[in-house]
């Protein structure tokens, strides 16, 4: 079984940035994906950004060039960089972890841009 737990999100003025991180525990070997996804009031939720376990990186077009997922496999983490934050990318954040057999999510992490 996996576990995660979302950390670093908070409330920024906009063009700022931040490091959301993604601490998995548990049975780590068993993941092939990580993603982040993002959810706002009254929105679906969207992707927003992946990494696989080969490293391949994927990116929503809305974030492409502001946003980069990487990862730590000695901390068992995986990281998303937000730069040039906009009011838009306000939401809560979550990061979900693909395996054999099925999706495991974290509690997700709130993000505000102000203007």
């Known amino acids: 079984q996996v576990q995660l737990v979302e950390s670093g999100g908070g409330l920024v003025q906009a063009g700022g940035s931040l490091r959301l991180s993604c601490a998995a525990s548990?049975?780590?070997?068993?993941?092939?994906?990580i993603n982040w996804y993002r959810q706002a009031p009254g929105n679906q939720r969207e992707f927003v950004a992946r990494i696989t376990r080969g490293g391949s990186t994927n990116y929503a077009d809305s974030v492409k060039g502001r946003f980069t997922i990487s990862r730590d496999n000695a901390k068992n983490t995986v990281y998303l960089q937000m730069n040039s934050l906009k009011p838009e990318d306000t939401a809560v954040y979550s990061c979900?972890?693909?395996?054999?057999?099925?999706?495991?999510w974290g509690q997700g992490t709130q993000v505000t841009v102000s203007s």
């Open positions: 548990g049975s780590i070997f068993s993941i092939n994906i």
């Open positions: 979900n972890a693909m395996t054999a057999i099925g999706g495991i």
